[in-house]
């Protein structure tokens, strides 16, 4: 279901707690699209706060999370999901009437859960946006991050017309910063996510990590013909190592089942090479290329199908 | 250990076999390097042989093999591992004396075998260009594919002196197209690249299978959030499935070596999922940034570490 269009949306007041690659990145988005008048930055790493505002990230720098909160009609919980978590339950006492809360973790269960706990006199839109780097900190933040992408809401159930009218504010939040916006449950959303996301992470970081025990071929050697298809993996693997532990212990249950679908199949692969089945190979190989066209017509892959040939050609 | 320089090289006749990515795009790097004063070509795809010609990658088509091979001094054997297995084989009586031979699988074990056996009046000099792109045929070709890549060559066991030359001039050819050449033995380089290219080629097709097979999750779910992580896995996996599958079927043993790692691997990150092991998944997920760390320095992707942030500028 999509959420119908809700217009222009403009805050006086948006405070982002964490300011990494993500809230960085919707920091910088909201002042190219002059989404708010001001951003208040809040971030346990101090360091890191200071940086985000001298890059002007934020126009200010909160000296605590409550003063963070204090008058803004925009909350960007922007941390890992565990983080997230605790500060729902937390921030209750501080944050302003019918203000607008929104995270952006990889996973919404573990989030809505706690979200329902929360007073009603705000609102709390678990959100998640499809998108990021291998990078992370404020310095890897860039506006464009979500043009394109897909954003999707799983709302708390509340049936208020005021709880209502802040989920349509967060989906024209994230439409006005480019992405499309859908709305489901968190569970469908915990699942789809295993699959598109989770596992293709965890395979990644694992495939890095057996590399790397290797005795007998030299890391030099891996980085020399990682071209041969290593590379494609390392990219999702060099991401944030916290955000990740965090999404795997809040999406314990969808991802061990997509993991054992994984190892069935992988299962049936080993034995087609140990036996020297070609065709149970072949056939299966031939299920790549129509989920890449897919994917390359939904323009969600920004590298062009003709891949590394046009930088050379200088 | 490098071999030394051989200085400039040039053909009178080129012969490829098979006008695919790698032999279109190998064609066109000595068109465009002025490496030869003619190329003949054959394919047993004669539609794709045609279209190979139309597009100037070959000059001239040869009606069968031996028409192919006659009068050639450069022999390029660019088929899937299994075909030239045989080709190496057939080719004998055809070959002109002192011609070079090289194929370019990336498989070298089996290939290498099968070449100990041809007539020593011709040099075989098993090759492998650790580079390639998700695309297949003559139109997926592009000369600059294999610059600032890796060339194995993995020589035979062989003494004289003309075929020592040989492989120098199987070595100064694959310099001549830009590409860094290293020497090996045929079973290290069976081995590395189970690592950093057969096992990862597996993993990604088996990803996208089993991804394919859910009936919880819509295909079409799948491609819209493919942006979480899933999309880096579909571009190898839409790799050339006949090609892949004479892969696995050629180097069996590497393969299911590195593959035992993996899922050993896999099956500790499981375990700590389920047990909600913060500390092992953290640990295990840091070591991805080191090595993407020393393949982007080593020059081996081609995206910038700021990944997308540019072309969506305009």
């Not at 988005?29 to 809040?42: Q, S």
């Amino acid at each position: 279901m999509t959420s119908p269009d809700a217009g222009p949306v403009h805050f006086s007041r948006a405070a982002i707690v964490g300011v990494g690659l993500i809230g960085s990145s919707l920091a910088r988005a909201m002042i190219e699209n002059r989404l708010t008048d001001e951003i208040v930055g809040f971030d346990a790493d101090a360091d890191a706060l200071s940086r985000a505002h001298a890059l002007g990230v934020v126009d200010r720098i909160a000296a605590d999370l409550d003063g963070a909160l204090a008058g803004a009609d925009l909350v960007i919980l922007a941390t890992p999901v565990g983080a997230t978590k605790t500060l729902i339950g937390e921030i209750g006492g501080a944050v302003a009437d019918d203000a607008l809360v929104i995270d952006v973790g990889s996973v919404k269960g573990a989030v809505a859960a706690a979200g329902a706990l929360s007073p009603e006199r705000f609102h709390f839109v678990p959100s998640h946006p499809v998108a990021g780097t291998e990078q992370s900190g404020p310095e890897a933040g860039f506006a464009s991050l979500f043009r394109d992408r897909w954003c999707i809401l799983t709302p708390l159930p509340r049936q208020s017309e005021r709880y209502k009218a802040a989920v349509d504010r967060a989906a024209a939040l994230w439409r006005a910063v480019g992405s499309n916006v859908e709305i489901m449950d968190a569970a469908h959303h915990d699942l789809a996510l295993a699959v598109t996301s989770h596992l293709p992470h965890l395979i990644a970081f694992t495939l890095v990590g057996a590399a790397d025990d290797l005795e007998t071929v030299a890391e030099a050697e891996i980085v020399k013909y990682s071209a041969g298809g290593f590379r494609d993996f390392t990219r999702i693997a060099a991401s944030d190592p916290v955000m990740w532990r965090d999404v795997f212990l809040n999406n314990k249950e969808a991802v061990l089942e997509v993991l054992g679908r994984f190892t069935e199949e992988l299962a049936v692969l080993q034995r087609a090479i140990r036996w020297s089945d070609g065709e149970t190979l072949a056939k299966t190989f031939t299920r790549g290329r129509a989920i890449r066209r897919a994917i390359v017509a939904a323009g969600q892959e920004r590298d062009v199908p003709n891949f590394g040939r046009d930088e050379k050609k200088s």
